[in-house]
């Protein structure tokens, strides 16, 4: 019985942590109803990078968070790929070689 009991309540956290990770991407979604502009990302792009020179950007929507994925060639000719939040203009990732 202990082992039902115990089993019963590991399906019902699951099913709860489920829920809520659901919910909680939906509220993530929800909560930005306008983007900053492309232009915007890319400033705050350049500006992570040390300036440089945008090579194409995308708003990714597709992604969680929705973000811009902003390609850039630094001052010395490195290549980047900046991701920033297209909600708040956070930078998420800076990926070298991107």
Do not use: H
């Not at 306008?34 to 890319?42: E, H, V």
């Not at 811009?68 to 708040?88: D, R």
């Amino acid at each position: 019985m202990k082992r039902l009991t115990l089993v019963l309540a590991g399906v019902l956290a699951v099913s709860i942590g489920f829920t809520a990770g659901t919910t909680q991407a939906s509220i993530s979604k929800a909560a930005c109803s306008t983007y900053i502009s492309q232009s915007k990302a890319d400033s705050i792009a350049l500006a992570a990078i040390g300036g440089g020179t945008v090579l194409s950007s995308i708003l990714e929507k597709g992604d969680t968070p929705v973000d811009w994925s902003v390609n850039l060639k630094n001052k010395s000719g490195k290549e980047y790929e900046v991701k920033v939040n297209a909600c708040t203009g956070t930078v998420i990732a800076i990926i070298v070689g991107g």
